[in-house]
């Protein structure tokens, strides 16, 4: 029973990337200290990582789950963390948007905002949206187009290419984030390019829903005291949020 109880909550954590404490004590109707015990044991084997009020899964620092997952993945957060940081833009703004799921919601939300903005972008799908509206300007970065994501990268173009720019906002998405290391991610050649809209922007804004909090990718991209503000959901456990604060990081929590 034990054994095929851990092997469920693994499987939840594969589809989801975190379960809740509290979720998994209605789901298999068993006490608070049965679940505990059964995420530290899971821990211990390195299967999962517990978080404020319940687990998340251990992924491979090297390694990013492909496109298509993560855009099933928490969907309904990354909408309301869409919707949350594209009410940070104002009129007259010149803002970087990074390719991801989360920032791709961010573009939807903003193309319905009559706002007349500058989008620099190295994210086709991002720069193909936007163009669609009239008050919008977009400039696309140029470089080596990855396959899957339509990004845009590559160090002798694309970050020469952003070192062109200087932006009021940026919008990040993260392969992890956490108070010790700040924002990770997966792909060398593209944390390259946004080391270099940090230190070329006014204001940096990280979205991240709740599964990437406490997770560390391979490649640094900036200390938690480089950001600015964090949009997440209300899936983030309270000692993430409060860790971050302490930092000086504006934690926002998309309703």
Sequence with gaps: ???????????????????????????????????????????????LKRVYGGAVLVSRRSVEPVFSDRQIKNAAEKELIGKAAAAFVEDGDVIGIDVGTTTMEMAKALKERDVSVIVITNSIPVAALLSESERIEVILIGGRVRRGELSVGGHAIADAN????????????VGGISDRFGITDYREEETAFRRIGVERTKEVYALADHSKFGVTAMNHVCDPEKIDVVVTDAGTGRDAVAALRKKGVRVITAE
Aim: proline share 0%; net charge negative; charged share 30%.
């Design 1 to 47: 029973m034990v054994f095929h109880r851990r092997e469920e909550i693994i499987a939840m954590l594969k589809k989801d990337g975190s379960v809740r404490v509290a979720s998994l004590v209605e789901c298999f109707s068993v006490s608070i200290e049965t679940i505990r015990r059964d995420l530290e044991a899971l821990e211990a084997e390195g299967l």
């Design 162 to 173: 952003m070192r062109l720019f200087q932006t009021d906002k940026l919008f990040l998405g």
